[in-house]
């Protein structure tokens, strides 16, 4: 499948300032989004609250992604425990909005899990048929996503990275 407009939320963290490149080299139009691009000096990267409904709606009217990355992620595990409410709108109202946004305009949607879904009990690597089991905001926000992403599209990937290290902003 060939993709002419690329969306990627959350592009000014770590992973999404990794792919970037990436996706600029292969796509003729790319649309980066962050909430925190004021810590940026990339002209690249505009601002979207992705806890906005009607800056999602914006987007897709404007731009009609047909790839829809969502990295977007309050990523500080703490800070999803100490602000449960927020993890909630960030990781799953959020992703619930860009599902349904992805079916109504027949986007492809990636959504960017993590493998805190599960409680770390298992003996040896999880794979995608292991059952989730959160047992912190963080991971649970982040399965109601995937719920979510599933209960709305029908074609869509879900990635479950874990620990990542390496360069940012």
Not at 1 to 22: H, K
Not at 82 to 92: E, F, G, I, K
Request: proline share 4%; hydrophobic share 35%; with cysteine.
């Amino acid at each position: 499948m060939s993709f002419d407009r690329v969306f990627i939320t959350g592009c000014g963290g770590m992973l999404g300032n990794a792919i970037y490149p990436y996706f600029l080299e292969r796509y003729r139009k790319i649309l980066a989004v962050d909430i925190q691009i004021e810590e940026h000096e990339e002209t690249w990267l505009k601002y979207c609250d992705v806890r906005e409904r009607s800056q999602l709606e914006r987007v897709f009217r404007d731009f009609k992604p047909q790839l829809v990355l969502h990295l977007a992620a309050l990523v500080d595990v703490e800070t999803c425990e100490d602000d449960p409410d927020d993890a909630v709108a960030t990781h799953a109202t959020s992703t619930k909005n860009v599902a349904e946004l992805c079916k109504e305009y027949g986007s492809t949607m990636v959504y960017i899990s993590t493998g805190r879904v599960f409680d770390g009990e298992k003996d040896g690597y999880y794979t995608e048929d292991d059952q989730p089991n959160p047992i912190m905001v963080y991971g649970q926000t982040k399965y109601d996503g995937e719920m979510f992403v599933r209960d709305i599209l029908d074609t869509h990937y879900i990635v479950r990275p874990g620990w990542m290290v390496g360069g940012g902003p």
